[in-house]
Nanobody, 125 residues
Framework: QVQLVESGGGLVQAGGSLRLSCAAA????????MGWFRQAPGKEREFVAA????????RYADSVKGRFTISRDNAKNTVYLQMNILNPEDTAVYYC??????????????????WGQGTQVTVTA
């Protein structure tokens, strides 16, 4: 079993930045595909970013491309989401997710086996 714990959320003004962290416990996530999703009030959970464990390739939602960066530090068993130029539409609970599956669609929530509890990000105008 893997436990994922997000941190780094908070309140920020539009145009600001935050870095979210997702620390894994229980086993190494170096061979896990890792992703970030978010869910705003009254909306469905949506894909934000993901990183493939083997190739290191990344994928982003169009709405965050060029502003957000996903990265991983296998030595620290941690995945990060650097969020820049935040706007109020980025307000949501952000979830970290991990997948041990060999073949996955990184942008699909059902691809992931493990989820964190979420961290709130609020962006004020």
């Amino acid at each position: 079993q893997v436990q994922l714990v997000e941190s780094g959320g908070g309140l920020v003004q539009a145009g600001g930045s935050l870095r979210l962290s997702c620390a894994a416990a229980g086993r190494t996530i170096s061979n896990y595909h890792m992703g970030w999703f978010r869910q705003a009030p009254g909306k469905e959970r949506e894909f934000v970013a993901a990183i493939n464990w083997s190739s290191g390739s990344t994928r982003y939602a169009d709405s965050v491309k060029g502003r957000f960066t996903i990265s991983r530090d296998n030595a620290k068993n941690t995945v990060y989401l650097q969020m820049n130029i935040l706007n109020p539409e980025d307000t949501a609970v952000y979830y970290c997710a991990g997948s041990i599956k060999v073949s996955v669609v990184l942008g699909r929530a059902s691809s992931y086996d493990y989820w964190g509890q979420g961290t709130q990000v609020t962006v004020t105008a």
